[in-house]
């Protein structure tokens, strides 16, 4: 499979070598732990703990807040020593859970261990809702909610998201190399768990090493590992889709619609994790990089963790930060410091000084179609731009900005260098708001 090619994308330098061959280290746990009530797609979770509870690695410190939620747990043993709005990495100060780790990081009970095997397909979910499990691609949708497709919803394919497209991210690619057992366990209790025979997993030919060791791993299982030409964003469920099944989802559509889920593979390990050991998702992969960072590492953190620490553990600054970024180049969200903590979708963390920036003023638009051409789902940036700027968010929903994936593609590719995908993004805000006050 794996030959069908998506319209648009685009081939920034990929930036990956500074990270790529280093193995992942523990990140030394932090003086506190700041977890914010609010990191995953839905309803924000509700804090279940006061202020002086002491709680245990793994004890659910936020219940999930009705079905499209997750819970969360507490990343380590201590002591919670506030519940207060803190710095988010929204940009906004939100209520947070903040623990004081005691340096023991004793686990809680938890459900304990459980044989996949003899688990009914409910009992599989619980245990993935119960241990706060959301997609750690970087989109955080509540997995359980993936996983209970509507009835009439026949699902037949189960694709694993091995692609990591982003600029500098190394984090899945060293997962898929060291701790490749726990993703195929994470595949094969998926695949029970949807019922589905064919499952696909996608890694683009940019990381040979990790095809190499995935297919190794897979051997005598039906797994099918798909090698994808590199183009970003080859990692874009819709995209990823296409390129792997030749299936189009359609136009405000899911990958359901056509008979897919698609999950993350560091979502594959957590389920692995969850369904086997009872554990809940306290922590993660996350590349710390970016030609600002004196030592870029694979890190594995605790949810919680603030940015500064993670700067700390990787020698600090090589000069003042200019571009603070949580996730990759294309699509991160910039930060205006490190205030904020990790949360459970924090992939990356990169950092640019001054001197890395290219020097681009903004220019009219000179109509050259490149945002056009560069634009995977085939909507017409810069006239939804034009419509966002002009506040016509009635023109910019007729030109389809809901279809917009938020990629960056055309903003990378603009020669006027025009913040093309930030009016996308307004233009999309702006129709959400409406479609709520109706």
């Excluded at 993703?183 to 090493?209: F, T």
């Excluded at 023109?395 to 930030?422: R, S």
């Amino acid at each position: 499979m794996g030959h069908h090619s998506f319209s648009g994308g685009v081939h920034p330098p990929d930036s990956k070598a500074q990270t790529a061959s280093k193995a992942i280290e523990n990140c030394p746990l932090p003086e506190e732990l700041v977890l914010p009530l609010m990191m995953h797609i839905g309803a924000p979770a509700s804090a279940v703990v006061a202020v002086g509870d002491r709680v245990l690695h793994g004890d659910l410190i936020a219940a999930p807040r009705g079905f499209v939620s997750a819970g969360i747990h507490a990343s380590t043993s201590g002591e919670v020593i506030a519940l207060e709005p803190r710095p988010h990495v929204s940009g906004s100060r939100l209520l947070s859970i903040v623990i004081r780790p005691d340096g023991e990081d004793r686990w809680a009970q938890g459900p304990g261990e459980a044989d996949p095997n003899e688990l009914s397909t409910d009992q599989l979910r619980d245990r993935i809702r119960d241990a706060g499990i959301v997609g750690l691609g970087g989109a955080t949708f509540p997995t359980q909610v993936k996983l209970s497709p509507p009835e009439g919803k026949k699902i037949d394919t189960l694709l694993i998201n091995g692609v990591e497209c982003e600029p500098f991210l190394t984090a899945d690619h060293r997962l898929m190399l060291e701790q490749g057992e726990r993703i195929l366990d994470g595949m094969e209790i998926l695949r029970c768990l949807l019922a589905v025979d064919q499952v696909i997993l996608g890694i683009e030919e940019n990381k040979p090493d990790a095809i190499v060791a995935m297919r190794q791993i897979c051997k005598g299982t039906s797994i099918e590992v798909c090698p994808l030409p590199v183009r970003y964003p080859q990692g874009a469920e819709k995209q990823l889709i296409f390129a792997a099944c030749g299936r189009e989802v359609p136009s405000g559509g899911l990958p359901m619609d056509v008979g897919v889920v698609v999950q993350n593979v560091a979502t594959a390990a957590s389920i692995s994790d969850a369904v086997r050991y009872g554990r809940a998702l306290t922590e993660r992969i996350c590349t710390v990089s970016g030609p600002a960072v004196a030592q870029p590492k694979n890190l594995r953190i605790r949810i919680g963790t603030p940015l500064t620490h993670l700067v700390e553990v990787c020698g600090g600054l090589k000069e003042e930060a200019a571009k603070i970024l949580l996730g990759g180049p294309m699509m991160g969200m910039a930060q205006m410091n490190l205030a904020a903590s990790a949360t459970k979708g924090t992939s990356g963390l990169l950092v640019f000084g001054s001197s890395s920036l290219p020097k681009m003023l903004q220019g009219p638009c000179i109509r050259c179609g490149r945002c056009v051409s560069a634009c995977p789902v085939r909507i017409s940036p810069t006239t939804i731009a034009a419509y966002a700027r002009l506040d016509m968010i009635d023109e910019a929903q007729q030109c389809h900005a809901m279809d917009c994936i938020e990629c960056g593609c055309c903003t990378y590719t603009c020669p006027a260098a025009l913040p093309l995908v930030q009016s996308v993004r307004h233009a999309k805000g702006a129709i959400v708001a409406r479609r709520r006050k109706v």
